[in-house]
C-alpha cells in the first residue's frame, strides 16, 4: 500500500482509494486467535481485485463496501478504526458524483490507516500488502 496522495489533486484521489484496495488481496494467514480476520480478507480478495472499477460505478461501490465492511467487522480492535476509516473513504464514492474535492484535505488521514492495516496484516497475518 505505498501511497503518498498529499499535495496531489483531487483528479488522483479515486486512483489511490483504488490502489489501497488493490494493494489488499491476500493469501493464507496464520491459523490463531486472528484466523477470522484473516479468513475474511482472504474472503474479499476476489470482490476487491476490481477495486478501482467499482469505485467508478456507485451500484459495485456499495458491493466493495459492504466486503471492507465484513473484513472491519472482524478486525481486532488494534485495527478496526482504520478499517472504519478506509471503509468511510470508499463509501463516498456510493454516491452518483462524489465529492473528490472534499476528499483531498482527508487524504492523509486515509494514508496513514492504510499504513497501519498494511502493517498489522503482515504483522498478524504473515501478509505484505506492500507488494
Known sequence: MR??????????VAATAAALL????LAGCTADATASYCDALTAAQAQWKGAGAALGNPAAAKRLVASVRTVEASAPEEVRAD?????????????????????????????????????????????????
Open 3 to 12: 501511497t503518498t496522495v498529499a499535495g496531489r489533486g483531487p483528479a488522483v
Open 22 to 25: 488493490a494493494a489488499l488481496p
Open 83 to 131: 478499517w472504519t476509516s478506509l471503509r468511510s473513504l470508499f463509501e463516498k464514492f456510493t454516491v452518483a458524483r462524489p465529492d473528490l474535492t472534499a476528499l483531498t484535505s482527508q487524504l492523509r488521514s486515509f494514508e496513514s490507516s492504510a499504513k497501519r492495516v498494511e502493517t498489522h496484516a503482515r504483522e498478524t497475518c504473515g501478509v505484505d500488502l506492500g507488494q
